[in-house]
């Protein structure tokens, strides 16, 4: 199933890796996909392959992680993809019934009697007014199982000479198909019925109803979830039937039927829902059943075919393993760690479907999503301690802050102090830096366990009950990030509900109150270019000239030019403008910042030889301390248009002139078209932009 919905290379922190593409859910709801999270993805689909090859499922997948790392949503998703599954032609499941025709009430023959039903050949598709009776397999045996194992055999083995696609296939194991039998009831009617009709396969098959089922959450086929304080997963009664409901050769045999959380989910995927919640002496028959694939029942012994999987907590798991039974358990576990996301990009996808749901009376503003997400990453990440790396990246390390680790692990922005040679460093180290803290365990508030990076911090779903606090406050206009610091601020009171708010800062990390005005900072910085970017009191393409025109410079005076592909004629021109532009861009030694321009321009061009260098693509962090600079030169004039901006939505609108009435919407027009903002939500940055100006004036 995994690999008829495909996979998709996808960017994590350091790495491309694969993503499976049936947890994009694209076949049902997009609310029900899985963001992120491909290491848990490939961790499954290794597990699950590893069962099809061997032919069973022999242990219990249990992922565990902090609360609302996505645990159940995972198994969720998997289970509304089986669902589809099994609704296309390679999906197909199979099942059968036992028919049994009504009798007469002077039935002849032991059991049975001659009707013209005897001419069909089958009583499957007898009308339900001449059905007597109909034994349903609970556990969904395959129809496989009632052709005798030889002949069983070459027929698969047929199968698989006319399909060599499926025989190469390097997971593909058919030995339960061989080998797999009856399920107690069906075996003892099928050897029942064989006997009253002298051996004859042909006859006891009249008896059989093979019918397709599909698996379904919802109506209990084959996908399950078992809560903590369901404790009875399985039950036998004794199957009652008039006296013409069954043949006489049935008579006095003790049938049963099964009944129970696991009889339903067999042939199909079961989840024990915090699991180590459940009484450990609740749990002890799944020791067998997880290894060997049976339960034990009054009167009745089940095989089943069944992926179990179970959800637990980490405070549970650190808790369990200080237990007798621990050991006990954890060979029959298969352990798949679920931590919260560090990418921030990445969460605000599982924001922004909240946001619109909690707003429903007004807009949600542009970067809403992602400045939640940030400020819930920062939470999570942990210091770099310098003796976990080698000598040369330690001191690199050391001095990351928190907004720079995030934007690190987000999209390797590098910080701007670095020198080229330690960007490059820092950016073949990521991966490393990421896995730093995977295997760490400490002590929290008494409890001995994990401690990796994504194992504390604000949880998603404390951030989406945050978003709907944040909907519902009116002082601002629009549902914006705004809205969520002031919803931030109260939020870090409460540290008796949320345990990560009892950590003790660590050299900037953990600092809650700090982070939200990190974040907004950050925000700020967003807006700002914005809002100036529509203004246009400086065109894009201005700053473009210059950005470029510095570099074509810069290159004309270095005599290596020739290593450097250029966009059109480089000539030589006076130094001047070269310093003005690393004076705009704040250059404190301006041979080592050279050096490493050039150093890295050489690399681009040796890897990319037929490119044409895009300036402001390959130095982003420069373009934007460019574009700053200039800005800061035009303070005076930015300032009186967003001034203007907030006087056309006043009542000084009357004062404006025309002039500057045309000015302030074509800025409205440019926020709209190109970054999506609405008058409210313009109304809302423009403020914030004010206020922010006014208190940096007066610190200053």
Request: aromatic letters at 10%; hydrophobic letters at 35%.
């Amino acid at each position: 199933m995994f690999e008829h919905y495909g996979t998709e290379d996808v960017q994590r922190i350091g790495l491309t890796d694969r993503r499976w593409k049936l947890f994009d859910q694209d076949f049902g709801r997009q609310e029900d996909s899985l963001v992120a999270q491909e290491r848990v993805q490939n961790s499954i689909y290794l597990k699950l392959r590893q069962f099809a090859r061997n032919g069973i499922a022999d242990r219990l997948i249990l992922l565990h992680g902090p609360n609302g790392s996505a645990k159940s949503t995972t198994i969720q998703s998997i289970m509304h993809a089986m669902t589809h599954y099994s609704t296309l032609p390679e999906g197909s499941m199979y099942r059968f019934n036992w028919i049994f025709p009504l009798k007469s009430s002077d039935a002849s023959r032991i059991g049975f009697e001659e009707s013209e039903n005897d001419e069909i050949g089958t009583y499957a598709f007898l009308k339900p007014k001449d059905i007597g009776s109909v034994i349903r397999c609970e556990l969904k045996d395959s129809p496989l199982f009632l052709i005798p194992r030889q002949e069983r055999k070459e027929l698969i083995d047929e199968a698989l000479v006319a399909h060599p696609e499926i025989a190469d296939m390097e997971h593909f194991s058919y030995e339960w198909a061989i080998h797999g039998d009856l399920s107690q009831k069906s075996k003892w009617i099928y050897e029942a019925l064989l006997a009253a009709n002298q051996g004859d396969w042909t006859e006891v098959m009249r008896y059989i109803q093979v019918e397709r089922f599909f698996h379904s959450k919802r109506y209990r086929l084959g996908c399950i979830s078992i809560e903590p304080q369901a404790n009875i997963d399985a039950q036998t009664r004794m199957m009652g039937y008039e006296s013409t409901g069954l043949p006489g050769v049935l008579h006095g045999i003790p049938l049963f039927e099964l009944d129970g959380e696991l009889v339903d989910a067999n042939r199909g995927l079961c989840e024990y829902s915090d699991f180590l919640k459940r009484p450990p002496e609740t749990n002890k028959y799944l020791l067998t059943t997880s290894e060997k694939g049976t339960i034990q029942l009054p009167n009745y012994r089940a095989h089943l075919d069944i992926v179990l999987t179970g959800t637990a907590n980490e405070k549970q798991l650190n808790l369990f393993k200080r237990t007798p039974d621990f050991s006990s358990f954890k060979g029959r576990l298969s352990f798949v760690r679920v931590p919260y996301l560090l990418q921030y990009s990445r969460e605000a996808d599982l924001y922004r479907r909240n946001l619109n749901v909690h707003s429903t009376t007004r807009s949600v503003a542009p970067h809403t999503a992602e400045m939640t997400a940030l400020w819930a990453v920062l939470t999570r990440l942990k210091r770099p301690s310098p003796k976990n790396h080698r000598p040369d990246l330690a001191p690199i390390v050391s001095k990351l802050t928190p907004i720079q680790k995030a934007l690190l692990y987000d999209h390797g922005a590098m910080p701007d102090e670095l020198k080229n040679d330690e960007k490059m460093l820092l950016s073949r180290s990521i991966r490393q830096l990421r896995e730093e803290h995977d295997e760490v365990e400490g002590e929290f508030e008494g409890i001995y366990g994990s401690e990796y990076e994504g194992r504390r911090g604000a949880s998603p779903r404390e951030m989406i009950t945050l978003i709907a606090l944040a909907a519902e406050d009116t002082s601002w206009n629009t549902l914006s990030p705004l809205s969520i610091f002031t919803e931030l601020e109260k939020f870090i009171k409460e540290s008796s509900v949320h345990d990560f708010l009892r950590l003790p800062v660590d050299n900037g990390y953990n600092d809650y109150m700090k982070f939200i005005d990190v974040v907004r900072q950050h925000y700020l910085e967003l807006v700002r270019s914005e809002v100036f970017d529509s203004i246009g009191l400086v065109e894009e393409h201005e700053f473009d000239r210059v950005f470029t025109d510095y570099f074509q410079q810069l290159k004309a005076l270095d005599p290596s030019v020739s290593l450097y592909p250029v966009n059109r004629e480089t000539t030589l021109i006076s130094p001047n403008s070269i310093n003005r532009v690393e004076q705009l861009l704040n250059v404190q030694v301006v041979a080592d910042f050279r050096s490493n321009v050039l150093s890295k321009l050489g690399a681009y061009a040796t890897e990319n030889p037929e490119s044409v260098i895009r300036y402001h693509d390959l130095f982003p962090d420069l373009f934007r301390k460019l574009k700053m600079s200039i800005w800061a030169e035009k303070s005076d004039q930015l300032e009186m248009a967003l001034l203007n901006v907030q006087k056309y939505f006043s009542e000084e609108h009357g004062v404006l002139s025309v002039d500057q009435i045309t000015m302030v919407e074509n800025t409205l027009a440019k926020l709209r078209e190109s970054y999506g903002y609405d008058n409210q939500g313009v109304q809302d940055i423009i403020g914030f932009i004010v206020s922010s100006q006014r208190l940096q004036e007066n610190s200053d």
